[in-house]
């Protein structure tokens, strides 16, 4: 769990990398803060949210190595797929507000493609997508430009369970030696 506040007194918060975190009178964990002027925008770690269930499955990996060309042979291309969900299950009496970043991979060879699968590209930049039930909405999804993560926003009523859908697919030369890190 994460928080996001501003430094609401007068004076700034100095910086320490020990910095003891209560939440709702109960200890909770140890952070660090770097120096906070007032009226600055900060965020904390408040550790795991035990109220806030979530589990992440892969869902599909495949792999296909291509093949070199030969006499009357195509070449084809080497592919590797992968498909997660995430399902979330808010048990608390008031809705969260959860954000979950998926890990897009971004190529330095453009020999290297990497496609989003799911969600589409085309829904990035404020698309709603459905979950679980009819009328139910995922979340709002984009797409960080620096990190190429696929961050998904959403507030998750009581009692509410959701699932977020991620895949996307790896393209390459055949005799390519491809390691995603």
Request: with cysteine; proline share 4%.
């Amino acid at each position: 769990m994460q928080v996001k506040t501003t430094n609401s007194s007068s004076f700034p918060l100095l910086p320490s990398k020990s910095v003891s975190v209560f939440f709702d009178g109960s200890y909770v964990c140890k952070t660090e803060l770097k120096e906070i002027f007032p009226s600055e925008s900060f965020s904390v770690f408040l550790g795991v949210d035990n109220s806030v269930k979530c589990s992440h499955k892969v869902l599909k990996k495949k792999k296909k190595e291509g093949a070199e060309g030969g006499f009357m042979k195509m070449t084809t291309a080497s592919r590797e797929e992968f498909q997660f969900v995430t399902k979330l299950h808010n048990t608390k009496d008031v809705e969260v507000e959860v954000t979950l970043v998926e890990v897009l991979p971004k190529s330095t060879n453009e020999q290297i493609n990497v496609q989003l699968l799911e969600p589409k590209e085309e829904e990035l930049e404020g698309y709603e997508g459905a979950a679980g039930g009819a009328g139910k909405q995922v979340c709002m999804v984009t797409k960080n430009k620096v990190t190429n993560n696929v961050v998904f926003s959403k507030v998750i009523k009581p009692g509410e369970k959701i699932e977020v859908k991620f895949g996307y697919q790896m393209e390459w030369p055949a005799g390519f030696d491809v390691k995603v890190s």
